[in-house]
């Protein structure tokens, strides 16, 4: 048993340094993209916004995508119903905005995730002049700078898209939003400089002509995931995926268990399906760093009621918690970065991204448990069954 423990703690430090050497390396790029300028590429924008039911701040988030300093766009909002309670209040931002809005009804999906079919329909409608497609999500609240630091490396006909991701900030302070920020915090240093990157649905950009030969429509037809579907399309013509970390994104939670619960089974599923090949690597990750925790607290308790020596696991037990720490820390230094205008709240919120972070693979492989027992996730009040990547099934709301 002891000698399983030491197996694992070697292993928790060789992998714990390697991931903190890539911190190291994400925050040395987070730091260069930041003082690096966009340049002038401007074409006509349309940010295409899926919608649906009342979220925390969302007249706030909505408005915050009609204030670009971006001029040639337009913003699409797009929801499956006009009887969605969210309906109001989107109307309301797209009636007062300064910049030319439009509200979309795209109705009941067939086959698909009803975020997919808003976007397909919202997709179909656009004027010919478009010439890149933005696609947001109603929970994030962008900078003013966010469309024109996204979209202009885009003047590089080469790339695919570019891509950037979110950075949760609890609204609530009760245990499930916290857990729900501390882990989604490593999510962000999956996406990298040289990476093999992916597209998130709250922040991507991409040239329609791109979008086009990419076949992107046809491989959401049968998709409840919008951005790994992208991503599989642009991997099928070789175009590469850009991350832009100075255009990450805030987004305001607040949860409670059940929440909590149903978005990260709900992550870990759809990666499950759609990603397997990121899937399957992250769960040896995280069923490792909670073995070598728990196989560490049976010696220590095993030895505290035996009346033998146990300082030495506590030690080597901390080593892997004081590693993702060390991680930890380096996420909020970049982010702070990024994020200037909310440093103090990120500084303040600091326990949750380093110390919580420490808890949040055990929450995770619950997740990875789920992913393996079934194929079915709640979204948005919907159900579905994801057979594949080409097959879903809506079972109802």
Not at 12 to 26: K, L, N, T
Not at 198 to 212: L, N, Y
Not at 232 to 239: G, Y
Not at 330 to 342: D, F, G, I, K, Y
């Amino acid at each position: 048993m002891e000698t399983l423990f030491y197996l694992l703690v070697l292993a928790q430090i060789f992998m714990g340094s390697y991931m903190i050497w890539q911190g190291v390396q994400w925050l040395a790029y987070t730091r260069r993209r930041a003082h690096t300028d966009p340049g002038f590429y401007a074409p006509r924008v349309a940010v295409l916004c899926p919608c649906k039911g009342m979220e925390p701040g969302l007249e706030r988030n909505l408005v915050a995508l009609t204030e670009f300093d971006h001029k040639n766009y337009e913003v699409y909002f797009i929801l499956a119903s006009a009887s969605d309670p969210a309906y109001s209040t989107v109307k309301r931002v797209a009636e007062t905005s300064r910049t030319k809005a439009h509200v979309i009804i795209a109705e009941k999906p067939q086959g698909c995730g009803e975020k997919v079919n808003n976007l397909r329909t919202a997709v179909q409608q656009l004027p010919a002049e478009v010439e890149v497609l933005v696609f947001a999500d109603s929970d994030g609240r962008p900078s003013r700078g966010w469309l024109h630091h996204l979209v202009a490396p885009l003047a590089d006909t080469r790339l695919g898209a570019t891509t950037t991701m979110r950075w949760f900030f609890p609204n609530r302070n009760n245990l499930p939003t916290a857990l729900l920020a501390a882990w989604n915090a490593p999510v962000v240093t999956m996406l990298s400089e040289k990476g093999k990157n992916f597209c998130w649905g709250g922040g991507t950009a991409i040239r329609r002509s791109v979008f086009d030969q990419a076949n992107v429509l046809e491989e959401w037809k049968n998709s409840v995931s919008d951005d790994y579907s992208m991503t599989r399309a642009l991997q099928n013509v070789s175009r590469p995926i850009l991350f832009l970390p100075e255009c990450l994104t805030p987004s305001f939670i607040e949860t409670d268990f059940r929440g909590l619960f149903e978005f990260t089974n709900r992550q870990i599923l759809i990666t499950r399906v759609y990603a397997e090949r990121v899937w399957l690597p992250a769960l040896g990750v995280h069923l490792l760093y909670c073995l070598t925790l728990l196989f560490g607290l049976f010696l220590i308790v095993g030895n505290l009621i035996a009346g033998r020596p146990y300082f030495q696991f506590v030690t080597l037990a901390f080593l892997p918690v004081l590693l993702s720490a060390i991680r930890g820390a380096l996420r909020v230094a970049a982010v702070t970065e990024l994020l200037p205008a909310s440093r103090a709240q990120i500084m303040g919120e600091a326990w949750i991204y380093i110390v919580l972070n420490a808890a949040a693979p055990f929450l995770y492989l619950v997740n990875f448990t789920n992913s393996l027992l079934t194929r079915r996730v709640q979204w948005r009040g919907v159900q579905y069954e994801l057979i594949s990547p080409q097959e879903t099934r809506i079972l109802g709301s």
